[in-house]
T-cell receptor, first 114, second 113 residues
Framework: DTAVSQTPKYLVTQMGNDKSIKCEQNLGHDTMYWYKQDSKKFLKIMFSYNNKELIINETVPNRFSPKSPDKAHLNLHINSLELGDSAVYFC?????????????FGDGTRLSIL | DQQVKQNSPSLSVQEGRISILNCDYTNSMFDYFLWYKKYPAEGPTFLISISSIKDKNEDGRFTVFLNKSAKHLSLHIVPSQPGDSAVYFCAASGTSGTYKYIFGTGTRLKVLA
């Protein structure tokens, strides 16, 4: 029973399309995150939500829109996909907000833009 | 501006010997540090952490050392095992603001049998 699960695992699509990546956690954690790992292997935070409320919004194009329908889910919708969006996107969770603690990661979604 | 740096992209060590992975940071406001391990096609897995009030934290074969004056931390794995072969990321965060983690670019460790 996977703690943090992301779907799909692989996503190949054309430039200009709109796509969504889903993340679900069964840990009962309050805070969820989206990270992007680019071709240079930098793992950078994009967004975080605490109890469905946006906490962190890094300098990310507004083509990226996170949505948290409930505490267990944080989805990432991307409009008008560009070549530079090709990356691995990781969802993560932590038990509490505002406290230093480990984050638990999903296995990633590899997005490839043709 | 890369605030957390792992200057060795790869490291090879014989099984049974010590593996030492290094990480440097530039932001003096960082006060919590973590190491993650990542296998191919999987997400990073938390290994060990250390708060800036300590200079050492140990968990089984894994020990993290923190040198605040040098803004340097290291992960020691003793003894190294083939299953330890993975990419290791260090991460840092501060208590002010949003507690976001800044990750290094990783060091690929290969433990040779």
């Amino acid at each position: 029973d996977t703690a943090v699960s992301q779907t799909p695992k692989y996503l190949v699509t054309q430039m200009g399309n709109d796509k969504s990546i889903k993340c679900e956690q069964n840990l009962g954690h309050d805070t969820m995150y989206w990270y992007k790992q680019d071709s240079k292997k930098f793992l950078k935070i994009m967004f975080s939500y605490n109890n469905k409320e946006l906490i962190i919004n890094e300098t990310v194009p507004n083509r990226f829109s996170p949505k948290s329908p409930d505490k267990a889910h944080l989805n990432l919708h991307i409009n008008s996909l560009e070549l530079g969006d090709s990356a691995v996107y990781f969802c993560a969770t932590s038990k509490l907000n505002g406290v230093n603690q480990p984050q638990h990661f999903g296995d990633g979604t590899r997005l490839s833009i043709l | 501006d890369q605030q957390v740096k792992q200057n060795s992209p790869s490291l090879s060590v014989q099984e049974g010997r010590i593996s030492i992975l290094n990480c440097d940071y530039t932001n003096s406001m960082f006060d919590y540090f973590l190491w993650y391990k990542k296998y191919p096609a999987e997400g990073p897995t938390f290994l060990i952490s250390i708060s800036s009030i300590k200079d050492k934290n140990e968990d089984g074969r894994f020990t993290v050392f923190l040198n605040k004056s040098a803004k340097h931390l290291s992960l020691h794995i003793v003894p190294s095992q083939p299953g330890d072969s993975a990419v290791y990321f260090c991460a840092a965060s501060g208590t002010s603001g949003t507690y976001k983690y800044i990750f290094g670019t990783g060091t690929r460790l290969k433990v040779l049998a």
